[in-house]
Nanobody, 125 residues
Framework: QVQLVESGGELVQAGGSLRVSCVAS????????VGWIRQAPGKERESVAD????????YYADSVKGRFIISRDNAKNTVHLQMNSLKPEDTAVYYC??????????????????WGQGTQVTVSS
């Protein structure tokens, strides 16, 4: 099993920046990548960013390209999501999720094997 713990979510003003982090523990060997998925009230989950554990290949949703940066620290089993130029529509619970296979454009539950509890990010206008 793999445990994922997110941190860093808070209230921030529009235009501001915030970094959320995800620490993985447990059977982390064999993990292929980690992603950030967000869910706003009344909306479906949205895959925001993803990074391969080795090699560094990344994915960004169009809605966050140029504003968000995903990075990893393999030595600390940590993945960060740096969020800049935040907008009120970025308000959501941000979940960290880990996968043992490649990322694909299919259902999130079939891509990601482990999920964290989420951290709330609120952007005020």
């Amino acid at each position: 099993q793999v445990q994922l713990v997110e941190s860093g979510g808070e209230l921030v003003q529009a235009g501001g920046s915030l970094r959320v982090s995800c620490v993985a523990s447990g059977r982390t060997w064999g993990l292929y990548g980690v992603g950030w998925i967000r869910q706003a009230p009344g909306k479906e989950r949205e895959s925001v960013a993803d990074i391969n554990w080795s090699g560094g290949g990344t994915y960004y949703a169009d809605s966050v390209k140029g504003r968000f940066i995903i990075s990893r620290d393999n030595a600390k089993n940590t993945v960060h999501l740096q969020m800049n130029s935040l907008k009120p529509e970025d308000t959501a619970v941000y979940y960290c999720a880990a996968r043992r296979g490649i990322r694909a454009e299919t259902s999130l539950d079939s891509v990601y094997d482990y999920w964290g509890q989420g951290t709330q990010v609120t952007v005020s206008s």
